[in-house]
């Protein structure tokens, strides 16, 4: 069966990086089929699409984001990962790793981790 | 701002069918999905594509798309329903992932 799992520091201060791990089981994280993002929500806020990536090694930010992260893949470890630099607290969030699927000619992010949260400050 | 809109709030009787809209001019392009999220939990994909429900997701969910707006129809709402529920599709550019802002749903 399929899990995501997010790791990392639960508190980053300000100006520094926040880093996150997302390890995936169930399915190979090299399969052509799928897409791996991380999306993150502010506290009482809405959801905030971050980017995703593609093996082997397409990238795909947000507008916003773009000139402070960087999504990079481990297939040895199965894993891929988020860096944002130089956070404020305006980053401080939950953020969840999910499986994107272009299913029907739409972004379908199928399997999502439990999410963890990361406060700056 | 996001480029999709929804409501912030809707209600709906227990047993009754309430709509859920999300609009955005890239939706005259792109298709969309939904999601619904309990407090505490992550998101959930209940419907993507035109109308198409995820294996599991029952089939009082059902989507639809019209012009520029595209909607998901809960008919005979249940207590377990009660829920936020975002939309995503692509920006107007259509190279990036967009969330519309949710809609908290309350089944009275």
């Known amino acids: 069966q399929l899990q995501l799992q997010e790791s990392g520091p639960g508190l980053v201060k300000p100006s520094e990086t926040l880093s996150l791990t997302c390890t995936v089981s169930?399915?190979?994280?090299?399969?052509?089929?799928?897409?791996w993002g991380w999306i993150r929500q502010p506290p009482g806020k809405g959801l905030e699409w971050i980017g995703h990536?593609?093996?082997?090694?397409?990238?795909y930010y947000s507008p916003s984001l773009r000139s402070r992260v960087t999504i990079s893949i481990d297939t040895s470890k199965n894993q891929f990962s988020l860096k944002l630099i130089s956070v404020t607290a305006a980053d401080t969030a939950v953020y969840y790793c999910?499986?994107?699927?272009?299913?029907?000619?739409?972004?379908?992010?199928?399997?999502w981790g439990q999410g963890t949260k990361v406060a700056v400050s | 701002s996001s480029e999709l809109t929804q409501d912030p709030a809707v209600s709906v009787a227990l047993g009754q069918s309430v709509t859920i809209t999300c609009q955005g001019d890239?939706?005259?392009?792109?298709?969309a999905s939904w999601y619904q999220q309990k407090p505490g939990q992550a998101p959930e994909l209940v419907m993507y594509?035109?109308?198409t429900r995820p294996s599991g997701i029952p089939d009082r969910f059902s989507g639809s798309t019209s012009g520029n707006t595209v909607s998901l129809t809960i008919s005979g709402a249940q207590a377990d329903d009660e829920a936020d529920y975002f939309c995503?599709?692509?920006?107007?550019?259509?190279?990036?992932?967009?969330f519309g802002g949710g809609t908290k749903l309350t089944v009275l």
């Open positions: 999910a499986r994107l699927w272009l299913a029907a000619g739409s972004d379908a992010f199928d399997f």
């Open positions: 169930g399915v190979s994280i090299r399969n052509n089929n799928y897409y």
């Open positions: 990536l593609y093996y082997p090694g397409s990238t």
């Open positions: 890239s939706l005259r392009r792109y298709s």
């Open positions: 594509g035109k109308n």
């Open positions: 995503n599709s692509r920006d107007s550019s259509g190279d990036h992932v967009v």
